[in-house]
Nanobody, 124 residues
């Protein structure tokens, strides 16, 4: 069992930056590929970024490519999402998730563990 807790959300103006963290406990995350998802009001949860177990491979949604960076520190059992050049349409609850699937999958259903979410609000 893996417990995931997100932090670092908040309110930021358009063009600003935020860094989300996801701290894991219960098991080492080194055996899991990890992902970030988001869900805006009235919309389905969508894939944002994923990172392989080793951290060598990453994958991004087209909407965030070039602005967001996913990373992981297996020694700290933590993953991160650096979000730059934020836009109002990035406003959502952001979730981290863990999966044993490889390669990196964008499908919600393939992730086994989820955090409780962190609100990110970008004002125009």
């Amino acid at each position: 069992q893996v417990q995931l807790v997100e932090s670092g959300g908040g309110l930021v103006q358009a063009g600003g930056s935020l860094r989300l963290s996801c701290a894991a406990s219960g098991r080492t995350i080194s055996i899991y590929a990890m992902g970030w998802f988001r869900q805006a009001p009235g919309k389905e949860r969508e894939f944002v970024a994923g990172i392989s177990m080793s951290g060598v491979n990453t994958r991004y949604a087209d909407s965030v490519k070039g602005r967001f960076t996913i990373s992981r520190d297996n020694a700290k059992n933590t993953i991160y999402l650096q979000m730059n050049s934020l836009k109002p349409e990035d406003t959502a609850v952001y979730y981290c998730a863990a999966t044993r699937q490889a390669p990196i999958t964008m499908a919600n259903s393939m992730y086994d563990y989820w955090g409780q979410g962190a609100q990110v609000t970008v004002s125009s």
